[in-house]
């Protein structure tokens, strides 16, 4: 999943200076979304192929609006467009100015950061969880129990991953986890 999301930024992370229009960056963004599809495995849980699917989706109107914001080339579009292989598409990354990396990396970023994998729990539902695992574990009188609820808040930790980004959603979750570990740890040293 990561490797195509990857080869779908590189591809479209190409570009100089140039007047490339809405409908050029559509078509050199869309062949090379076509080359990371192909590369999806073959097999694969079919939710996580819908994700996969969806984060391309998002990844792609994303680098289509960067591409025509930033006016890219021609010659990146051309690169794109006639794309066959991953190695070419890292050929066209490197046509990328720093300026233009950054822009695209960051819209593909904020794009793609609310799409959840199968499994993800919304971010108010994931702080309660952690909320009420904290209480259970400073209500724990001793460590078998410690281990119990350490084990289901690891579970809440993984369904919980993308609420994690923001900086204000972050430091509630850092402040309910330090205040477990604290208990955690007066449960464990025993």
């Known amino acids: ?9 590189i591809l479209a992370a190409c570009g100089s200076k140039g007047g490339a229009s809405s409908g050029d960056c559509a078509d050199g963004v869309g062949h090379a979304r076509a080359i990371s599809e192909s590369k999806m495995p073959a097999g694969a849980d079919p939710k996580m192929l819908d994700r996969m699917k969806e984060m391309m989706a998002a990844a ?5 609006e960067t591409c025509t914001n ?7 579009i051309a690169c794109l467009k006639t794309a066959t292989t991953d190695d070419d598409l890292v050929k066209c990354q490197k ?6 990396q950054t822009a695209v990396q960051k819209a593909v970023s904020a794009a793609t950061s609310s799409i959840k994998a199968p499994g993800q729990i919304e971010g ?13 574990m400073c209500a724990c009188a001793d460590a078998a129990c410690a281990k119990g609820v350490e084990k289901e808040s690891i579970r809440n930790i993984r369904a919980s991953e993308h609420a ?13 986890d330090a205040d ?11």
């Open 1 to 9: 999943m990561r490797t195509q999301l990857a080869l779908l930024v």
């Open 60 to 64: 792609s109107k994303a680098m289509i």
């Open 70 to 76: 930033d006016k890219w080339s021609a010659e990146v």
């Open 95 to 100: 046509m990328l100015t720093p300026e233009q």
């Open 124 to 136: 108010g539902d994931a702080l309660a969880k952690a909320n009420e695992l904290k209480d259970k």
């Open 164 to 176: 994690r980004h923001d900086e204000a959603t972050k430091a509630q979750f850092d402040k309910i």
């Open 180 to 190: 477990m570990m604290a208990c955690f740890r007066k449960l464990t040293a025993k």
